[in-house]
């Protein structure tokens, strides 16, 4: 078993326009032993200036949901499918994704967690490797095997979907009671409690 350090890239260069853009490589964050990782689409202003995912805007609205259904930042893991931030805010590019890809895929895998949710269309695509009708989509759970391993995959919208259009706040909502549900499912105790009556 390797440590949580294996997992922390510090130093890469395959990507030339994301290493111009970029101020610093922004790894995943939260416990070794989370139930549950959200994956997003690589870092913005914010998270290449804090060095942490999801720590704007979008981080505060997946930050209250947790909280809501009951799972706490800190018990979960959050990470990108690309760490470094692209120029404007662009989407990566497809050579960007395949670049970071063995980064992601290491992680999953030594997290081995109950659940893996992906956040927007660019995660959700690129984990499942076909497109992806993300609003429709949202709440489904698919079955994806990563580094050999079958794994469960929640879809979900990005957090940001919640600020341009608030009919999607119903739609993140539940995709993160479900998170939390499959969460709950195989604890033995050792994982996550969720709050209730919150
Ligand atoms: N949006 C993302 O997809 N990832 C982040 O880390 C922040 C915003």
């Not at 101020?23 to 060095?51: H, L, M, R, Y």
Request: glycine share 10%; net charge negative.
């Amino acid at each position: 078993m390797g440590s949580m350090e294996d997992l922390r890239v510090t130093e890469c260069t395959r990507c030339p326009a994301l290493v111009d853009s970029r101020s610093q490589i922004v790894n995943g964050t939260g416990p070794e032993d989370a139930d549950v990782v959200f994956v997003g689409e690589g870092p913005g202003a914010n998270e290449d200036a804090e060095g942490e995912p999801f720590v704007g805007r979008s981080g505060t609205v997946l930050d209250d949901q947790l909280r809501i259904v009951g799972l706490e930042r800190d018990r979960v893991r959050i990470t990108n499918c690309v760490r470094c931030r692209p120029p404007e805010n662009r989407d990566p590019t497809k050579d960007e994704l395949a670049n970071c890809r063995g980064y992601l895929e290491a992680e999953l895998d030594r997290l081995d967690p109950e659940v893996i949710v992906t956040l927007g269309k660019v995660p959700s695509e690129h984990l499942l490797e076909r497109s992806v009708a993300v609003t429709k989509e949202a709440g489904t759970l698919e079955d994806v095997r990563i580094e050999g391993t079958p794994r469960r995959l929640l879809i979900c919208v990005h957090p940001a979907a919640t600020l341009y259009d608030r009919s999607q706040e119903e739609t993140f909502a539940d995709a993160l009671e479900r998170a939390a549900d499959l969460a709950d499912v195989g604890d033995d105790g050792s994982g996550q409690t969720r709050l209730d009556g919150f």
